[in-house]
């Protein structure tokens, strides 16, 4: 099984560079220009859709696909570019999904991409590497090619800008600066993604280093969006929330990403873990329980162990860490889960008390690589607030909807 490293950035931003930087470091790289071309060759069905659609205006003389006569149609007209794109895209996918499949085991595949403009195409990949430039570079860049300045500057405009861009990027290479700072850049990467390829290879999970409580990122909700995409993009369209410290805002907490993927039972939860483990986060054997703690006192049920059973998956990707729980939807956990964030997220002192005893903790088990031995040792600090986590809910009305 290979991993699908999408290279994505706004035109003139230098995706070619990165994706040949990375094909010289043994990527096998789809080219998503030359596929486009290909799928409306002469002959093809995605010309004749095309030439159906916008009329014979754009076939040349020679049967072949009129490129400026298009380009002249579908970048003055957004709703013109969405059908051309609903007509080449599914094509384009289907070559590099062949690809993909064909690839050696363990291999990087990577996809140049321009157009990748939404979390849920990007979530078809195990990581997406963005790269930019400024707009003068890019314009200059342009023009070199054979642009006029203003031709080039209205390509440039009608894409998305670099900051919503950088929000579906995992990574970003920045390549104002010319080859050789973004071949560094791209060499730094290289280990990342040679390692997630042999972890997907092989069902394995990242090696992570001991608790260490870092200041708050506000990266991470983008961070987990990403995540949460790929989640839903392997397993269907189905209810994830990010959960624990990194869902705070402003709140200091381990450089985990903590999610909760909703299921209907713990069968469906084993169904998924191929599908899981594919996209990356593989099953974590041996996490099959979280420890009760009351949620309605009213409901006795809702001490019953087997109600708190749960599955973990966790990060095949060096560069980032993430816990995905799969928990049953209403089961106690599932409910204590969202309670709990949302607690810390109103409470101004329970922020302050946990925060002090996860960085007591954190110091104490820093050795622990498992963790464990430093999520056993909260249970006694969250078993002592589970009183004033259920007045707080009660007070105010909460609920996990």
């Keep these: 099984m290979a991993i699908t490293v999408a290279v994505t950035g706004g035109i003139g931003a230098g995706k070619s560079t990165v994706s040949g930087f990375l094909a010289e470091r043994g990527a096998i790289v789809v080219d998503s220009d030359r596929m486009a071309r290909e799928v409306v060759a002469i002959g093809t069905p995605g010309l004749a859709a095309v030439a159906e659609h916008f009329g014979p205006a754009v076939i040349a003389a020679d049967g072949s696909l009129d490129r400026a006569a298009l380009a002249g149609i579908v970048f003055a007209d957004p709703a013109a570019r969405r059908v051309l794109e609903s007509i080449t895209h599914p094509l384009v996918r289907a070559g590099a999904d062949a690809a993909r499949r064909s690839a050696p085991p363990g291999s990087v595949v990577v996809n140049d991409i321009p157009l990748l403009t939404t979390a849920e195409a990007a979530g078809r990949f195990h990581l997406v590497i963005g790269v930019g430039a400024p707009e ?55 280990p990342r993604l040679v390692g997630y390829a042999a972890n997907v290879e092989h069902g394995a999970f990242a090696v992570r280093g001991g608790p260490a409580i870092v200041p708050y990122d506000p990266g991470w909700p983008a961070t987990a969006a990403r995540v949460m995409a790929r989640v839903r993009a392997a397993v269907g369209d189905s ?140 249970e006694e600090f969250l078993a002592a607030s589970d009183a004033r986590i259920l007045a707080w809910a009660r007070a105010t009305g909460w609920t996990p909807a």
Excluded at 154 to 173: G, K
Aim: charged residues 30%; negative net charge; proline residues 6%.
């Design 136 to 190: 003068s570079v890019r314009v200059g860049r342009l023009i070199g090619r054979g642009l006029g300045e203003q031709d080039a500057r209205s390509r440039i405009a009608v894409q998305i800008d670099d900051e919503a861009r950088r929000l579906i990027c995992d990574v970003w290479v920045d390549n104002a600066g010319g080859r050789a700072p973004a071949e560094r850049q791209v060499e730094e990467l290289w």
């Design 239 to 378: 209810r994830v929330d990010h959960i624990g410290s990194t869902a705070v805002p402003g709140f200091p907490a381990k450089d985990v990403i903590d999610l909760q993927l909703t299921v209907t039972d713990l069968g469906q939860a084993d169904g998924f873990a191929g599908l899981l483990a594919a996209a990356g986060l593989p099953l974590r054997e041996g996490f099959t329980q979280d420890t009760p703690h009351p949620v309605d006192p009213s409901d006795p049920s809702g001490a019953d162990p087997a109600r708190w059973g749960k599955r973990v998956h966790v990060n095949a990707d060096p560069g980032l860490s993430v816990n995905l729980h799969l928990r049953v939807r209403d089961w106690p956990n599932w409910v204590w889960a969202l309670r709990f964030r949302d607690w810390l997220r109103s409470d101004d002192s329970g922020r302050a008390d946990y925060l002090a005893v996860k960085e007591d903790l954190a110091a104490s088990h820093g050795e622990d690589s498992t963790v464990a031995g430093y999520a056993d040792a909260k």
